[in-house]
């Protein structure tokens, strides 16, 4: 069974960078054809995914997408070794207080479209920007 453990820090100043990691146990972030996913919650969004960062694939092609709204602010990586993923967002600010969850999946082609799945969720850590 595939676990997830987000961890970071609980509290962040304002204009600095989050720094999240999510530990993958039971599982790889190295099996071809997962989306390793950030997805946060707030009362005020909602649920808002961040983006992903894709396993395996042509080395050609950027394996991340991210949410238009963060693109500019977002960077996910994995550390292979670690069996870990990671989540950059810049210049953070109070509206990015959120619950930030980590999630895996593989991907589903429904009626011409592709959808990444969220088969595997961590349980999810609170970020608080505040000075």
């Known amino acids: 069974q595939v676990q997830l453990q987000e961890s970071g820090p609980g509290l962040v100043k304002p204009s600095q960078t989050l720094s999240l990691t999510c530990t993958v146990s039971?599982?790889?972030?190295?099996?071809?054809?997962?989306?390793w996913s950030w997805i946060r919650q707030s009362p005020e969004k909602g649920l808002e995914w961040i983006g992903y960062?894709?396993?395996?694939?042509?080395?050609?092609?950027?394996?991340?997408l991210y949410s238009p709204s963060l693109k500019s602010r977002a960077a996910i990586s994995a550390n292979t070794e670690n069996n870990q993923f990671s989540l950059h967002l810049s210049s953070v600010t109070p509206e990015d207080t959120a619950i930030y969850y980590c999630?895996?999946?593989?991907?589903?082609?429904?009626?011409?479209?592709?959808?990444?799945?969220?088969?595997?969720w961590g349980q999810g850590t609170r970020v608080t920007v505040s000075s």
């Open positions: 039971g599982g790889s972030v190295t099996t071809n054809g997962y989306y």
């Open positions: 960062i894709r396993s395996g694939g042509s080395p050609y092609y950027d394996p991340t």
């Open positions: 999630a895996g999946g593989g991907r589903t082609y429904y009626r011409g479209s592709y959808y990444e799945r969220f088969d595997y």
